[in-house]
Nanobody, 119 residues
């Protein structure tokens, strides 16, 4: 079993910054990728950013140039630095991990952390 624990959400004014963290623990054999999704009220969950085991990254167009994803492989932790936040970034942010034993991939989700951008 794999557990994902997120931290770093909160209330911030437009133009401000937040840093989210997600630490993975448990029976982690191999991590293929980690990242962040978000879900705003009344909307579907959407990809924010993903980082693979070799360090390749992918971002939603809406956050390119403002958000940066990084990863500490030794700590099985992924970070999301969010700058120049906008009200439309308000959502519950979910940590995501894809990994497992050789030949098998499982998806794991964190419990979510609220990010609210408002003046």
């Amino acid at each position: 079993q794999v557990q994902l624990v997120e931290s770093g959400g909160g209330l911030v004014q437009p133009g401000g910054s937040l840093r989210l963290s997600c630490a993975a623990s448990g029976s982690i054999f191999s991590i293929n990728r980690m990242g962040w999704y978000r879900q705003a009220p009344g909307k579907q969950r959407e990809l924010v950013a993903i980082i693979t085991s070799d360090g390749s990254t992918n971002y939603a167009d809406s956050v390119k140039g403002r958000f940066t994803i990084s990863r500490d492989n030794a700590k099985n932790t992924v970070y999301l630095q969010m700058n120049t936040l906008k009200p439309e970034d308000t959502a519950v942010y979910y940590c995501y991990l894809l990994g497992g034993p050789p030949g098998v991939l499982f998806r794991y989700w964190g419990q979510g952390t609220q990010v609210t951008v408002s003046s």
